[in-house]
């Protein structure tokens, strides 16, 4: 008995009317509808997340297009397979043929693999379609991503899931429209709500709906819809980019002091799976990065939520986590400790290695004395207020100032104070 494919396999669109989503790419009037329409491709890369429709516009290509289609993975595919399609496709040219090659998860290519492509496309040898989950600007090489454009798709709408999902309902072809099965209007928005964007998914959950309703009622109703989904997705990969993306909104909202918008995030690391510690660790360079002596109690409450992680551990943690994010989110903010810091290494990096002063230098040696090291050193202590007038950068570098305090928090009367401090200095020469 020959195997029937999956549901998603089988309504894989077969035109680009039966392509929904993404109408920002690919709708009418975009180019690169236009150039499938008039079979005048240029190389490009698809990148966007899992079940969004990348390999189904692929297919679209191949249906549509008089060039010879070739298709590799990634995953299995080796440098010889490349140089045999490009032997091909050089073959095909000589015979007046073009050649389009989709390369399915191109990100798990070599540098090695990746370059031996280079030339065939430069020259226009293949035409090639890539596909990928991860950031192609990380992924793939620098002189392939030149030579093509990079399309974005996004995680397919509740709404293009649904017209998917109709669409595999009524198709007689090669969906359930020849099956004598029923589905409620309510079945198929939890199962495109449960999606997460990827249509595989909302696909596979209804043909799991489809088989359990076929040995009862004949019909899908929600609950039976909702077991066959499952659990809701987390679109979250604790290694590609939406972990960063997402750790970037958590900082970002933290900053903004927006505590509702750093909760959410947060709650979606946690309970996609992410290492508690690795947020523990975002929270503590914010506490210095964002907020600094504007608040310097932020810092101690970042510590103890980081050591409270290792001490606690998760479910119990997230707690600690989302306290210590509701303070940082609130706290006065001010990023003078970053600026003063690059502003010192700056000086560094790019002015010569000033000299510490001699009355700045080690004494507790001896014949320090005789150097003349620490001799004329003012302690500070030793002077009303604890602070005397005298010099601590080198030579090049006096009157510079790294540390510019805010007016926010304490920062205020941190300036203040520094300000009453420099006034009392005398001009050096």
């Known amino acids: 008995m020959p195997e029937i494919a999956p549901l998603a396999r089988r309504m894989r669109p077969r035109s680009l009317d039966e392509y929904f989503g993404h109408e920002d790419v690919i709708g009418p009037g975009t180019p690169l509808r236009g150039a499938i329409e008039a079979d005048d491709l240029h190389s490009f890369i698809l990148y966007g997340p899992a079940g969004s429709g990348k390999t189904s516009l692929a297919a679209v290509v191949a249906a549509v297009t008089d060039a010879a289609f070739e298709r590799l993975s990634a995953v299995s595919a080796g440098v010889r397979d490349v140089r ?28 090695g693999q990746q370059d031996a492509l280079l030339p065939a496309v430069e020259d226009g040898v293949i035409t090639m379609i890539g596909a990928t989950t991860e950031n192609p600007y990380f992924e793939v090489n620098s002189p392939l991503i030149s030579r093509a454009r990079i399309y974005v798709l996004n995680p397919l709408t509740v709404s293009d899931i649904k017209k998917i999902l109709e669409r595999a309902l009524v198709d007689k072809a090669g969906g359930l429209g020849g099956q004598k099965i029923k589905c409620d209007p309510e079945a198929i928005d939890v199962i495109a709500d449960l999606a997460g964007g990827d249509a595989r998914r909302a696909l596979n959950a209804l043909e799991t709906s489809a088989r359990l309703a076929a040995s009862g009622s004949k019909r899908i109703t929600e609950k039976l819809a909702t077991e066959a989904a499952g659990a809701r997705v987390i679109g979250y990969d604790k290694t590609g980019d939406v972990h960063y993306d997402v750790a970037s909104a958590f900082i970002k909202s933290m900053r903004g002091s927006d505590p509702d918008a750093a909760l959410y995030w947060l709650a979606l690391m946690i309970e996609a799976g992410e290492d508690p510690k690795f947020i523990a660790r975002r929270m503590v ?12 109690q932020a810092l101690l409450v970042a510590t103890a939520a980081a050591q409270a992680v290792q001490f606690v551990g998760l479910p119990e943690c997230r707690l600690n986590l989302a306290q210590a994010a509701i303070y940082l989110s609130v706290a006065a903010k001010s990023n003078a400790v970053i600026e003063a810091i690059d502003g010192a290494a700056a000086d560094v990096k790019t002015q010569a290695a000033g000299r510490v002063p001699p009355h700045l230098r080690d004494s507790h040696y001896p014949g320090a004395k005789k150097l003349g090291h620490g001799s004329d050193y003012k302690y500070p202590h030793g002077f009303p207020g604890k602070w005397v007038d005298q010099q601590y950068l080198p030579d090049n570098l006096v009157g510079k100032r790294y540390y510019q305090p805010s007016n926010s928090g304490l920062e205020k009367k941190i300036a203040e104070h520094l300000e009453k401090l420099r006034s009392m200095k005398k001009p050096r020469a």
């Not at 360079?285 to 310097?296: C, W």
Request: no cysteine.
């Open 285 to 296: 360079i914010f506490a210095s990065e964002d907020i600094g002596n504007a608040d310097p």
């Open 84 to 111: 045999a399609v490009i032997d091909r496709a050089a073959a095909a040219k000589a015979a007046g043929m073009r050649t389009i090659l989709f390369l399915d998860e191109i990100h798990r290519f070599n540098k």
